[in-house]
Every structure is written in C-alpha cells, then in structure tokens.
C-alpha cells in the first residue's frame, strides 16, 4: 500500500445519478491530483490541487465536479455522465516541492456509466 | 501544453534479453522525466526518473537515458524477467512550473516470453 486510498472501488451509476468518488492520503503530502484512465490512452489529468487551491483544470466537462476541503481529502462529484466518461480514475498525491516530485497513485476508481 | 509520444505500444521480449521504449516530448521547458510500472490490476508506481541536468542514470537493470536537444528519453530494461511483464508509462512536466501535474504517454504494454 503507498498510503493513498480510494474509495469505492467499483462503480456503477446510471447517466442520471449523481455519485462522488473519494481519496484519502496520510502521507504529509499538500498535492493531489485526479487523473483518468482509459483503455488505448494516456493517463489524462483532470485536477491539481496544492494546499486545498485548485491549482489546474484540464478542460475537464463540468459534469466532473471535484473538492478538496483540506489536504488529506480530495473528492470527484460526479452528476449526469456519459458512457464515454466509463474509466478508471485514479488519485494521487505527491510531497512538498523540493522534496520529491514521485506521485504516489491510490488504487484507482473503476466507473462504469450506464 | 506538453504531449509525449510513446514507443512501441506493445513489445515482446525473450527472458533474459534487453527491452528499450522510447519517448518523445513537445515542450523543451520540461525537466522532469518519470517512469511509471502499472502491473495488471495495480495502480502505478514509479520505477525511475530523471532531470534535465543529467544524461543518464540507472539503478540496478534500469536505466533511463536523456537527449534534450532531440527531445526524447528512453528506459531500458536489461536481463528481462518474468516480473517485468506490465505497462510502462513515461511522462514530462516541468519542475516548480505553474501545473504540477504530469503528461503521460500512451504506455507500452511490456510481455516477456519464458
């Protein structure tokens, strides 16, 4: 384990519903990012977030709503959904800079949209 | 914004034998270059990386080599082991830029024939 969690695991939400995914680090570390994996492409960042300020939005669709009340916690609302936005969605943390640039990614969100 | 290009998508090797996987980046502001193993079902986890103010470096079979004039670095693995089956992942940012976050290529899903 490298200390980054995520939960749920699994998820599975009609178009119309409205979920939130959640991820949790206790290892000191003021970034946190969101990232989504698709089959057949890169891994896509979404969010940054450093000490709790959104700090970049890829061009994220706004159906993608994320929140970062402190520096431990980093939620992704989600709310009407494509079948397109069917991913795994990975979180990750990383140290103060000068310290360590290495990401450390919590095991992922597997979405499925119906 | 930065893309990274990555080569090959997929490659196969004999145990024991060599594998290299090139990449390839836009922005030549980027110093920073990781390299990230994501096993089946695992989420990513850093194997090596390197700045800008170097050429090479290596840590055990691994080693990453940098060209910044052409603007591409690749990773070799030597002495190829069943373990080293998974997909690798290169990625560029830009140390203490304005966006944290990484850009990641498509990945090279690496099989080793026993």
């Known amino acids: 384990e490298t200390g980054v969690t995520q939960t749920p695991r699994h998820l599975v939400m009609g178009m119309t519903n409205k979920k939130s995914l959640k991820c949790e680090q206790h290892?000191?570390?003021?970034?946190m990012y969101w990232y989504k994996q698709s089959a057949k492409k890169p891994l896509e960042l979404m969010f940054v977030y450093n000490f709790k300020e959104q700090t970049e939005n890829n061009s994220v669709p706004s159906r993608f709503s994320p929140e970062c009340p402190n520096s431990s916690h980093l939620f992704l609302h989600l709310h009407t959904l494509q079948p397109e936005d069917s991913a795994l969605y990975l979180c990750?943390?990383?140290?103060?800079?000068?310290?360590?640039?290495?990401?450390?990614f919590g095991p992922g969100t597997r979405l499925t949209v119906t | 914004g930065e893309n990274v290009e990555q080569h090959p998508s997929t490659l196969s090797v004999q145990e024991g034998d060599s594998a290299v996987i090139k990449c390839t980046y836009s922005?030549?502001?980027?110093?920073?270059f990781p390299w990230y193993k994501q096993e089946l079902g695992k989420r990513p986890q850093l194997i090596i990386d390197?700045?800008?103010?170097?050429g090479e470096k290596k840590d055990q079979r691994i080693a990453v080599t940098l060209n910044k004039t052409a603007k591409h670095f690749s990773l070799h693995i030597t002495e190829t082991q069943p373990e080293d089956s998974a997909v690798y992942f290169c990625a560029a940012k830009v140390e203490g830029g304005g966006a944290d976050g990484l850009t990641f290529g498509k990945g090279t899903h690496l099989i080793i024939q026993p």
């Open positions: 390197i700045r800008s103010n170097v």
């Open positions: 290892l000191g570390h003021n970034a």
């Open positions: 922005d030549s502001a980027s110093n920073y």
């Open positions: 990750a943390s990383s140290p103060p800079r000068g310290q360590s640039y290495e990401q450390y």
